[in-house]
């Protein structure tokens, strides 16, 4: 914990935002810059690195050129198939179900959707103090620390990037905002000096013949202050978390020239209308235009790094001194309603599945040092960021958050040509896991990948599937199409030992059984009922009390609701845990409303997986 005090304190931090990422003294070792640049569900099939069966469509001439300067990961993953829990896993190092931000939009309390049986957990919306960054860590070293574009990582004042040890944050949604106004076909960018998108004067790719010498770019935020905290920063070391808004919905362009290229590369036409896109596979031009602007901001800022001079290490380039993280923060989003956006085929599936289509991502790593054009299977996770950073970057931490992370320091593999990554003792990596307990039947489950093996646990079934992925060393099952839980029971019943342990040791949380939807289960009868919920305002305790003679409960927290202070311009608030005292014969639970807390109640869990909500009261 970041912050030993007791809650009352937390809720003053929040209310009065502190700045917890103060430096120390800075050390004298000439440190290599560090930057990465995620995007936002951008497929592993998205970009001209892992084409299999068919060529990627989409142009990506600055990310293949990386390549060739990189080592590209081809089993890399991301921590979870969606947006906030990726990236506060990649800003904290923390397993999503560590900190419980295993979905996004959290912070809310948990509610049945119509037609489904099962209720999702109780999950925070983001960061809080207690959390230890990777900005925090490296400005705790002596860094400058910016971060550009998508936060997503909490929206309370405490949780906001500058008090998560940046020193620097712009976060509009730059080209990709898009206009309430207009259409996708009536929305592109001009040459008109007061166009706040307007087109640039330089030229870059595709270079066709109608236009020889490339096209102009509209202006975009995001990829201007990236550039700008560069050149601002360069004197020191610094570290760049520059988070795109692209590829994710809406999907539209304001460079007509670059959909006129895709239109007519795709052998496509735009409708006269703005309707959904409605092809499949990688045919949509306005999604293709998107990753090509996300490919120039990419080579905008390596440019920028070839053709300046390093002050702190004369003869070099930024180039030369920089460590560059390339990835996205989850697999590709194929559809959205109607709307088609690419094709993560052969992987099945995508974004907010653990189908190997929602999970594996894009990843490059180059910098000092590092082999150039090499590719390696094997495999790595975004949480392996944190660890090895502190090591590329010669940084000390607090040994509490460093024993904490649940990443591994892959630096063997980018320097010795280790084909496996190994752990503090020496011991290789067997397995990574994830836990998405959301969505439908197919979507509600966690999965483990373990050699050529991938498992799930499906928890509205219960069942278990087994596909295997590779087999001595080539390509197998990867689209996933074949349950072979049943022909190879041993390995079923190893890895989902493996899963079932990882699930317990981190306390992960699962869906919860909805009382209605089970009236004819004999286990309904017994669901805990409250006789007695009240509350003290002298000593702001509440007391609840069960009624005898009903199953146990297994689980209780209480939610309460914080909120921003009210001198911010718009107040945010949330719920978060609160722990529950519970008594001897397990009928008696108490908890302590906050003096802050604007609203307060209790969850049970009964040992069927029942959930029990009490009444939610307001503080008066």
């Not at 925090?136 to 574009?149: F, Q, S």
């Not at 009964?606 to 503080?619: A, L, P, S």
Request: aromatic fraction near 10%.
């Amino acid at each position: 914990m970041k912050n030993n005090n007791t809650f009352i304190t937390l809720i003053l931090l929040v209310l009065f935002s502190v700045n917890y990422g103060n430096s120390q003294k800075k050390d004298q070792l000439i440190k290599p810059n560090v930057i990465i640049f995620y995007a936002d569900d951008l497929g592993w099939q998205d970009v001209e690195l892992n084409d299999l069966d068919a060529p990627c469509a989409w142009d990506t001439p600055n990310i293949a050129a990386l390549a060739k300067d990189a080592i590209n990961f081809t089993n890399g993953y991301s921590p979870a198939p969606t947006c906030a829990p990726s990236r506060s896993a990649l800003l904290s190092g923390l397993h999503p179900a560590k900190t419980g931000i295993t979905n996004v939009s959290g912070g809310g309390i948990p509610k049945a959707r119509r037609n489904e049986k099962y209720m999702s957990p109780y999950y925070p919306e983001g960061l809080m103090p207690e959390h230890f960054t990777i900005a925090e860590a490296l400005k705790m070293n002596g860094y400058r620390t910016g971060h550009v574009g998508k936060w997503h990582a909490g929206a309370l004042q405490i949780q906001e990037s500058t008090n998560q040890g940046f020193d620097f944050a712009h976060e509009s949604r730059g080209v990709h905002q898009r206009s309430r106004k207009s259409d996708r076909l009536h929305s592109f960018a001009t040459n008109d000096a007061n166009d706040p998108f307007r087109l640039s004067e330089e030229k870059y790719f595709p270079f066709t013949k109608e236009n020889p010498n490339g096209i102009s770019y509209p202006i975009d935020a995001v990829t201007e202050n990236a550039l700008e905290f560069i050149q601002n920063n360069k004197e020191e070391p610094f570290f760049l978390y520059l988070a795109h808004w692209m590829v994710h919905y809406p999907i539209h362009t304001r460079n007509r020239a670059l959909l006129d290229y895709y239109v007519d590369k795709l052998g496509v036409e735009l409708p006269e209308e703005d309707t959904e896109w409605t092809k499949e596979g990688q045919n949509n031009p306005y999604f293709g235009a998107m990753v090509t602007t996300l490919d120039w901001s990419l080579g905008r800022v390596i440019n920028l790094l070839k053709k300046t001079d390093d002050p702190r290490n004369p003869g070099k380039k930024l180039y030369e001194t920089t460590y560059i993280i390339f990835s996205s923060d989850n697999g590709g989003a194929e559809t959205r309603r109607a709307e088609v956006m690419s094709d993560n085929a052969p992987l099945d599936k995508g974004k907010k599945y653990s189908e190997e289509g929602g999970i594996r991502v894009p990843m490059l790593i180059s910098g000092p040092n590092i082999p150039k054009g090499k590719t390696k299977d094997v495999l790595i996770n975004q949480l392996d960021y944190y660890p090895t950073i502190l090591n590329l970057t010669n940084s000390k931490i607090p040994a509490e958050y460093s024993s904490n992370l649940d990443g591994l320091d892959v630096s063997g593999v980018l320097f010795n040509n280790e084909n496996e990554v190994k752990d503090n003792n020496g011991n290789p990596r067997e397995d990574l896991w994830w836990h998405y307990p959301y969505g439908d039947d197919v979507k509600n489950q966690s999965a483990i990948r373990s050699g050529d093996y991938k498992l799930y646990k499906n928890f509205n079934s219960g069942k278990y599937v087994l596909h295997r992925l590779y087999k001595d060393g080539k390509r197998y099952d990867l689209e996933e199409k074949y349950d072979i839980s049943k022909k190879e029971p041993e390995i079923t019943k190893e890895l989902a030992s493996k899963l079932e342990k990882y699930l317990k040791d981190y306390d992960a949380k699962l869906p919860y059984k909805v009382p209605s939807k089970f009236k004819n289960d004999e286990d309904a009868a017994a669901i805990p009922v409250i006789v007695n919920d009240a509350f003290n305002a002298k000593s702001r305790k509440v007391s609840i009390q069960l009624e005898k003679g009903k199953s146990n409960v297994i689980e209780s927290y209480a939610l309460v609701k914080i909120s921003d202070s009210k001198k911010v311009r718009k107040v945010k608030s949330t719920y978060i845990k609160v722990p529950v005292e519970v008594g001897s014969n397990k009928l008696e639970y108490t908890f302590t409303v906050p003096k802050e807390a604007k609203e307060y109640g209790i969850i049970l869990i009964d040992e069927n997986r029942f959930i029990v909500k009490g009444e939610f009261h307001k503080v008066k």
